[in-house]
């Protein structure tokens, strides 16, 4: 599951039909995510919420900042924790696992 | 300030960029965000940060940001500090971003004359110890031995032959009020000295090693690993500048052996333990400038 403390995808984004409608800098807009990244993965990470501790170390060392803290247990946003490992690794309960993705 | 990791926003002010897996810069302004907040007004310059965070139509800030020339981000800075100034913003930040190319490199003359002139901004410099968003080649921070594109390794030649610039003590001459570097393995230090910058006026700058898996070659998860070997060994420092004095944060009791840090990555697979043996000589010479500037 998501936090809802993390941006999205924005779902309502439509290529521009004409020059007018071109995206020009930040002035214009800035946080427009229009791709997922979860594509990019070969191992999901799956946080037993049994062993966790809550050290946050996890949460600080993502990269991609995709680990929530919000909710009781941990939340991952798959849609784009890019699967790099870094929170296994760096937990040190072993409390999270990467699981290979299915097809 | 101390920082409570329990305390910190869950909110992100970058997400979704196209940065490889495990990026050590993508930590590195991910963290400063998150102290920096959103009154942040941020510019950088071509790096790997503007190219994976702004892939036409996506933008991946949150915060206004903009992108300059590659030499150009302290005098772009020293601009949005002075409109700023100008239009009597006092809440904002203004942070530049800039690799160790664009820094140490390309951007010295203008990082050069924003710190001389005290510009109100803080100049973030990861440095991922080459020019890696063109396809790794080396920069004047590229440490002895590492293998790049233009530092190749064959026949005599065994990789980058120069001893990188210490950027610290380049911008700690200039006398701004604060100088520090930092690592993406201990975040609490750097954002701890990113909430001290953000409550200092003038030019700040702090200079963060951030690993990089696909320049240095090693698997993505152990991106915060080899960070923490590169203090442990003494091949980086985590210091800070202030009021004319040097103050060392972390001093390994002993430092590990090289070879840990330099043995799983690809750009230092061909050095022998002779090499081990000049770069850790060269690790020495440089503790012993350090300790010689530090008030005992
Ligand atoms: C004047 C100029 N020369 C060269 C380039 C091509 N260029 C873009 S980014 C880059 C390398 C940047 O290296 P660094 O500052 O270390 O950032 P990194 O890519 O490692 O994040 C180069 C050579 C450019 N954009 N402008
Ligand atoms: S690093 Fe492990 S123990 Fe710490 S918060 Fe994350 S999952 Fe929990
Ligand atoms: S695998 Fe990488 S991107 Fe995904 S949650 Fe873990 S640290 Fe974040
Ligand atoms: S090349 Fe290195 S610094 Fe650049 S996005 Fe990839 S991991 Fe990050
Ligand atoms: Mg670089």
């Given at each position: 599951m998501k936090s809802g403390t993390k941006p999205g995808l924005n779902r309502d984004y439509r290529l521009p039909a004409s020059e007018g409608e071109m995206i020009f800098g930040?002035?214009?807009?800035?946080?427009?995510?229009?791709?997922?990244?979860?594509?990019?993965?070969t191992f999901r990470p799956v946080i037993d919420g049994g062993k966790?501790?809550?050290?946050?170390l996890c949460w600080v060392y993502c990269?991609?900042?995709?680990?929530?803290?919000?909710?009781?247990d941990l939340t991952v946003d798959y849609d784009y924790?890019?699967?790099?490992?870094i929170c296994a690794h760096e937990c040190p309960r072993a409390a999270i696992s990467m699981v290979r993705e299915v097809s | 300030m101390a920082i409570d990791y329990k305390n910190?926003?869950?909110?992100?002010?970058?997400?979704?960029?196209?940065?490889?897996?495990?990026c050590g810069a993508t930590i590195a302004v991910r963290l400063a965000l998150k102290i920096l907040g959103e009154r942040t007004f941020v510019c950088l310059p071509a790096c790997c940060v503007s190219a994976t965070t702004n892939v036409y139509p996506e933008t991946s800030f949150f915060v206004n940001n903009v992108v300059t020339a590659f030499p150009a981000t302290g005098s772009t800075l020293a601009g949005m500090a002075a409109a700023a100034e100008m239009q009597g913003l006092e809440d904002v930040v203004i942070l530049g971003v800039a690799g160790d190319g664009g820094t140490a490199d390309i951007g010295l003359q203008a990082l050069s004359g924003l710190c001389e002139r005290n510009d109100n901004v803080i100049y973030l410099c990861y440095d991922n110890?080459?020019?890696?968003?063109?396809g790794i080649q080396r920069s004047s921070s590229t440490p002895w031995g590492a293998w790049t594109t233009t530092s190749p390794v064959g026949g005599t030649a065994k990789g980058e032959t120069k001893i990188r610039k210490n950027l610290f003590d380049i911008i700690a001459a200039h006398r701004v009020p604060y100088c520090a570097t930092a690592s993406t393995s201990y975040p609490r230090d750097f954002m701890e000295k990113i909430a001290k910058a953000k409550n200092i006026r003038g030019a700040r700058f702090i200079h963060i090693q951030a690993p990089c898996p696909t320049g240095w070659?090693?698997?993505?998860?152990k991106t915060i690993e080899y960070g923490r070997l590169a203090v442990e060994s003494g091949l980086w420092y985590l210091a800070e500048y202030e009021n004319g004095e040097v103050k060392l944060?972390?001093?390994?009791?002993k430092f590990k052996p090289v070879e840990f840090y330099l043995k799983g990555q690809h750009r230092f697979r061909h050095l022998t333990e002779e090499d081990y043996k000049v770069i850790e000589d060269q690790r020495d010479q440089e503790w012993a400038l350090l300790e010689k500037k530090i008030k005992s």
């Open positions: 930040t002035g214009d807009v800035t946080g427009n995510l229009t791709a997922v990244n979860s594509g990019w993965r966790c501790v809550r050290c946050l990269p991609d900042g995709v680990i929530g803290k919000e909710e009781k924790c890019k699967g790099c490992g | 910190l926003s869950d909110r992100e002010l970058i997400y979704g960029q196209k940065s490889c897996p495990g110890e080459a020019y890696m968003n063109t070659g090693y698997p993505a998860e944060n972390l001093h390994p009791p």
